[in-house]
């Protein structure tokens, strides 16, 4: 454990290094950036390593895992969104746990949120997720349809759209720019609309193999997992 917990004091120092090299050199403010440390499959101490090297805001996929994480997150009093496909059985566990949930892509679960967290007597923040590259594999709303949905949805008063998220098509060297500069485009135009109930303010891109070219093309928000922690390891004991 010591040498993997020295390995990510490296990493996240590394990541911030990348970052703030960018973010200079295209004239923008690097600590308007933030770097998530995304903790799928990652241990109690591994995180708490992150936290040492200056992580403070985590990613997690799955709402079991969260579960058991939730009381170190509390703990430390950061937050930790959760960021992967949400079935809308799962939502009622949420609001006690988290305020953010990413990849939003349906009225069906967007109407679940508004439902459960109204319930709670809170608000959830979330980002749309939008398939940049119109894949059937992948969830998230056409890039077409985003206007339309994030107008749907505003009048929800259980949520808030703070932005948006991609996750775009597995691309050779920086032909992945091209999907992130149409997210761009697309979250500048939202922002410019001011719609009631959209704080169009989060543009969540990029991730460890391609985050420097989400950076290039307006990310404000880049979710590490391996380049932080390493290989996941899904026989972890929390």
């Known amino acids: 454990m010591m040498e993997n917990t020295c390995n990510i004091k490296e990493n996240v120092k590394r990541v911030r290094f990348e970052v703030e090299e960018i973010c200079t050199k295209l004239g923008n403010n690097p600590?308007?950036?933030q770097i998530m440390g995304v903790s799928k499959t990652k241990s109690i101490p591994e995180?708490?390593?992150?936290i040492k090297a200056g992580i403070t805001l985590f990613g997690e996929n799955k709402v079991?895992?969260?579960t058991q994480k939730t009381e170190l997150f509390k703990k430390y009093n950061l937050p930790c969104h959760i960021i992967g496909q949400l079935q809308t059985n799962k939502v009622k566990y949420l609001p006690s746990m988290t305020n953010f949930i990413q990849s939003v892509d349906s009225i069906k679960l967007a109407k679940e949120i508004d439902k459960q967290?109204?319930?709670?007597?809170a608000v959830a923040n979330i980002l749309v997720e939008v398939n940049v590259g119109n894949e059937e594999s992948k969830g998230g709303i056409n890039i077409d349809n985003a206007y339309e949905f994030i107008h749907e949805i505003s009048e929800y008063k259980g949520l808030v759209?703070?932005?948006l998220m991609c996750i775009p098509p597995i691309c050779e060297g920086d032909k992945v720019r091209h999907y992130f500069a149409q997210m761009y485009r697309l979250f500048i135009d939202i922002q410019s609309k001011n719609v009631d109930n959209v704080n169009m303010n989060i543009l969540s891109m990029g991730m460890s193999g391609d985050y420097k070219y989400a950076l290039m093309e307006g990310s404000n928000l880049i979710r590490v997992g391996q380049g932080i922690f390493g290989k996941r390891n899904y026989n972890i004991n929390i």
């Open 47 to 50: 995180i708490e390593e992150a």
């Open 64 to 66: 079991q895992e969260l």
């Open 161 to 163: 759209v703070k932005g």
């Open 117 to 121: 967290y109204l319930k709670n007597n």
């Open 31 to 33: 600590e308007k950036v």
